[in-house]
């Protein structure tokens, strides 16, 4: 059980492993590097490539494991069109060619506009890249990290980060997104085997 040795602990001394695990992988670190470079508004760097280096980190797994791609949101309400979208999407893929998984960048001001078509429900119009981290299906997910101003790791964490070092995967219910609580939940189970999943 030594995968749980941070669960359970207080929150202090999981964010300092949690920050240490992930600036110490590799994929997390140039990704954050480059992010940084890149100069976005109110960036953050979210969920599955974070989360998962945590549990691959903690069970022994290598470094990528699992992991399909790096989540980049970004916030900025001056042009919601999505051409404008568009072209931080195409100067972000020409910054981050030869990362070794693809970077997906999103701008979180536009949720709102493309969200019921996708989905069929709407979505409350965000004011930040972190509160849109609050509305992820599954409360584990909910975590994103950044540079500061001082190059220090940044951490965004709502709901804390003890369902991460627990390898629970816990519904957040304040939207109606129990497919997307339940397909990630067994994916991950699938690649992780350690994890449990908490009924939406």
């Not at 040795?5 to 695990?21: D, H, K, N, V």
């Not at 931080?88 to 979180?108: D, K, M, S, T, Y």
């Given at each position: 059980?030594?995968?749980?040795?941070?669960?359970?602990?207080?929150?202090?001394?999981?964010?300092?492993?949690?920050?240490?695990?992930?600036?110490?992988?590799?994929?997390?670190?140039?990704?954050l590097?480059?992010?940084?470079?890149?100069g976005?508004?109110?960036?953050?760097?979210?969920?599955?490539?974070?989360?998962?280096?945590?549990?691959?980190?903690?069970?022994?797994?290598?470094?990528?494991?699992?992991i399909?791609?790096?989540d980049?949101?970004?916030?900025?309400?001056?042009?919601?069109?999505?051409?404008?979208?568009?072209?931080?999407i195409?100067?972000?893929?020409?910054?981050?060619?030869?990362?070794?998984?693809?970077?997906?960048?999103?701008?979180?001001?536009?949720?709102?506009l493309?969200?019921?078509?996708?989905?069929?429900?709407?979505?409350?119009?965000?004011?930040s890249?972190?509160?849109?981290?609050s509305?992820f299906?599954?409360?584990?997910?909910?975590?994103?990290?950044?540079?500061?101003?001082?190059?220090?790791?940044?951490?965004?964490a709502?709901f804390?980060l003890?369902?991460?070092?627990?390898?629970?995967i816990?519904?957040?219910?304040?939207?109606?997104?129990?497919?997307?609580?339940e397909?990630?939940g067994?994916?991950?189970?699938?690649?992780?085997?350690?994890?449990?999943?908490?009924?939406?």
């Amino acid at each position: 059980m030594d995968h749980l040795r941070y669960s359970g602990l207080p929150f202090e001394t999981q964010r300092m492993a949690f920050l240490e695990i992930v600036s110490a992988d590799p994929l997390v670190r140039e990704a954050l590097t480059h992010a940084r470079a890149l100069g976005l508004a109110d960036w953050l760097v979210v969920s599955g490539a974070l989360y998962n280096s945590v549990w691959n980190h903690l069970t022994g797994k290598p470094p990528g494991y699992g992991i399909k791609d790096v989540d980049l949101f970004y916030f900025d309400d001056s042009d919601l069109s999505y051409e404008a979208e568009d072209a931080v999407i195409r100067r972000a893929a020409a910054h981050f060619e030869g990362l070794p998984l693809p970077v997906e960048v999103r701008n979180q001001a536009r949720v709102h506009l493309w969200y019921p078509q996708k989905f069929g429900q709407s979505c409350p119009r965000y004011t930040s890249s972190s509160e849109s981290v609050s509305y992820f299906a599954s409360k584990t997910h909910a975590v994103g990290v950044r540079h500061d101003a001082d190059g220090q790791l940044d951490l965004v964490a709502p709901f804390g980060l003890d369902d991460i070092f627990s390898f629970r995967i816990v519904p957040n219910r304040v939207m109606d997104n129990q497919r997307t609580h339940e397909v990630k939940g067994k994916r991950a189970k699938e690649t992780w085997p350690e994890i449990s999943v908490v009924p939406w």
